[in-house]
């Protein structure tokens, strides 16, 4: 039985050039978020929610598991409004954040 080694190929190195065409910017770029945050505070209105049925659900249990733990404070009804509150902002910052890109798909 004999055996036969191939070399691999050199990795590419990296050049200028690819350093140009890389991506600067991702969707964690702080100039985003500053400029995306006030939008999906704005998107908290439930009429704007509307057309997202599943965020808007999860609006109106935020909204009354917030009444329900100012009603009976724990630590964990807390917590949960808390996690609550924040899948509704960061989904209406995704939908924002992802606008762009879905825009020339439709």
Same mark, same amino acid.
């Given at each position: 039985? /004999?055996?036969? =080694? =191939?070399?691999?190929?050199?990795?590419?190195?990296?050049?200028?050039?690819?350093? *140009?065409?890389?991506?600067?910017?991702?969707?964690?770029?702080?100039?985003?978020?500053?400029?995306?945050?006030?939008?999906?505070?704005?998107?908290?209105?439930?009429?704007?929610?509307?057309? =997202?049925?599943?965020?808007?659900?999860?609006?109106?249990?935020? @909204?009354? /598991? =917030?009444?329900?733990?100012?009603?009976?404070?724990?630590?964990? *009804?807390?917590?949960? @409004?808390?996690?609550?509150?924040?899948?509704?902002?960061?989904?209406?910052?995704?939908?924002?954040?992802? *606008?762009?890109? /879905?825009?020339?798909?439709?």
């Amino acid at each position: 039985m /004999t055996m036969t =080694t =191939t070399e691999r190929p050199p990795a590419p190195r990296h050049t200028r050039a690819a350093k *140009a065409r890389r991506v600067r910017s991702g969707l964690l770029d702080p100039k985003m978020l500053w400029l995306a945050v006030p939008s999906a505070l704005r998107k908290l209105n439930p009429l704007a929610l509307w057309r =997202t049925p599943i965020m808007f659900v999860v609006e109106v249990g935020s @909204v009354l /598991t =917030t009444a329900l733990a100012i009603s009976d404070p724990s630590l964990f *009804a807390w917590l949960i @409004v808390v996690w609550l509150w924040l899948t509704v902002l960061f989904g209406n910052l995704a939908a924002l954040s992802l *606008a762009p890109l /879905t825009e020339g798909l439709m």
